[in-house]
């Protein structure tokens, strides 16, 4: 199994514009998220999503959307990139057992928004 | 609203020290705790806490939850500098408003040889 896996690794964007920053998973887990790291703030959440079709918005979704049209892939859209947007993005997954319930992270994506 | 505190933020310790990192947590329909390690890339998994009392452990590592007094432990033992890291506590606790995974800011220790 790969885990959970984020592309790109780095990116640069300029202010406005757009892009998707991909996860996707194998472990057929239902549950995904997303998280934006900033120093001193630990983990936040952008949005989740229980399963396939279902998405909800977490603590920080302004300027973020997303979509999960299978169990395995769950994309996090920029619309128009601001400064502000700066940071380290996470995909997790979890299998959201009632018994077991860890968040399996992938490696991140550093965005910097000029 | 819920929230998730941990102390200290940050932590310098010498090689064979013993430190005790601090969660505490304020949130409804509490499920579990959970402590991950975050060097320099993706969290990794320490620990899943539900129970009050009952100490899990892995190797140097352990931790301990109170759901009374609603705060929990991590305790590493004998530290090296590969412990050198940002320690994480999150809470999980569904259909809590909008957020079921509530991290705290982390503890970040360092280990100096």
């Known amino acids: 199994n790969a885990g959970v896996t984020q592309t790109p690794k780095f990116q640069v964007l300029k202010t406005g514009q757009s892009m998707t920053l991909q996860c996707a998973q194998d472990m057929n887990h239902e549950y995904m998220s997303w998280y934006r790291q900033d120093p001193g703030m630990g983990l936040r959440l952008i949005h989740y999503s229980v399963g396939a079709g279902i998405t909800d918005q977490g603590e920080v979704p302004n300027g973020y959307n997303v979509s999960r049209s299978t169990t395995e892939d769950f994309p996090l859209r920029l619309l128009s990139a601001a400064p502000s947007q700066t940071s380290v993005y996470f995909c997790?997954?979890?299998?959201?057992?009632?018994?077991?319930?860890?968040?399996?992270f992938g490696p991140g994506t550093r965005l910097t928004v000029l | 609203e819920d929230k998730v505190v941990q102390s200290p933020l940050s932590l310098v310790v010498h090689e064979g020290d013993t430190v005790t990192l601090n969660c505490s947590y304020e949130v409804t329909n509490f499920r579990s705790l959970l402590w991950y390690k975050q060097e320099k890339k993706a969290p990794t998994f320490l620990f899943m806490l539900t129970s009050s009392g009952i100490e899990k452990k892995s190797g140097r590592l352990s931790s301990i939850l109170d759901k009374k007094e609603l705060f929990s432990i991590l305790n590493i033992t004998a530290t090296q500098t590969g412990d050198s890291a940002i320690y994480l506590c999150a809470v999980e606790a569904p259909a809590s408003g909008n957020t079921p995974l509530v991290f705290g800011k982390g503890t970040r220790l360092s280990v100096i040889a």
């Open positions: 997790a997954s979890s299998p959201q057992k009632r018994e077991y319930n860890e968040q399996f």
